[in-house]
């Protein structure tokens, strides 16, 4: 009987990674016409009008009785100077979605890099370390390690000391039965995972090394998980969205064709032990 041999990926996503054809990738391919008529997106900032090239004023808000016969009345800026301010005004509602925590300093980082980045990938060791929590902390019967823990275990020829390769589709079997970690727990929310990643794209898990001695087994398992940075017509149809000036900046300042800023992928990875005994 022929042993799996290591290093073997076992999970991939049908979402591919690098995946630079996603709907939520695109950017500066919407009009001023349609982001009003299509996604109502007539309001966007209380600092600026991205239309007008203007400065808003208080009595430029939509609650003030001013607010209609004043349009176009503010000062004159130039597009520099709009987007920069869009941007200063995206980072500072940000605040609300990342309350507290460890990871609560990422999406700004993250603005920053829509802003500079030109697209390029993004890479920080809080996400790192964020995905390896989760995956540890999951006790859950979905968890993707907790259930790779028992195929292994029971799938393991544990005379020849090897795990067979004709029993490889398990692993994948498992695993699609679990849940993949996804940062959409009530405390990501609060935390900054929620509004820097929250759902993820694609997923791939591979087994670095299976190492049996005696009756114990030793897996070194890498996560690698990737999300994209960008929205979607989806997500800002959706009124949960659509409602906050956050999500309208940032949707504007991605898919407005004066803008296009571009969105990015997001890379993060972890490599755990699965540990276990023959009985």
């Known amino acids: 009987m022929a042993a799996l041999q290591f ?7 049908q979402n591919r990674m ?3 054809s996603a709907e939520d990738m695109r950017c500066g391919d919407l009009t001023e016409a349609q982001l009003k008529s299509h996604y109502r997106l007539d309001y966007i900032s209380d600092r600026v009008d991205p239309y007008m090239l203007t400065r808003r004023s208080s009595m430029d808000r939509p609650q003030s009785m001013f607010c209609c016969n004043r349009r176009g009345a503010g000062e004159k800026i130039s597009r520099q100077q709009c987007a920069m301010m869009l941007f200063d005004e995206f980072r500072s509602l940000s605040r609300n979605f990342s309350i507290y925590g460890p990871y609560s300093h990422l999406i700004e980082k993250m603005i920053i890099h829509m802003q500079n980045g030109n697209g390029t990938p993004f890479h920080d060791m809080s996400l790192d370390t964020a995905l390896k929590e989760h995956i540890l902390n999951d006790k859950s019967k979905n968890s993707t390690r907790l259930r790779l823990h028992e195929v292994i275990k029971k799938n393991i020829d544990w005379h020849k000391k090897h795990y067979p390769a004709k029993e490889k589709d398990k692993l994948k079997e498992i695993i699609l039965g679990g849940k993949l970690p996804k940062f959409d727990r009530f405390q990501d929310d609060f935390n900054g ?3 820097t990643v929250h759902d993820t794209w694609a997923t791939r ?3 670095k090394s299976l190492h049996i001695y005696n009756d ?5 398992v890498h996560y690698k998980v990737q999300d994209h ?8 149809l959706k009124k949960k969205f659509s409602q906050f000036h956050f999500f309208r900046i940032w949707f504007v300042l991605q898919r407005y064709n004066q803008f296009g800023f571009k969105p990015f992928m ?4 972890a490599i755990i032990e699965i540990k276990g005994a023959h009985k």
Do not use: Q
């Open 205 to 207: 898990i591979t087994i």
């Open 7 to 13: 290093p073997c990926t076992i999970f991939k996503t």
């Open 193 to 195: 995972m929620g509004i």
């Open 216 to 220: 114990h087994f030793r897996a070194v």
């Open 18 to 20: 690098d995946d630079y």
């Open 229 to 236: 940075f960008g929205l979607d017509s989806d997500d800002i």
């Open 266 to 269: 997001t890379n993060m990875e």
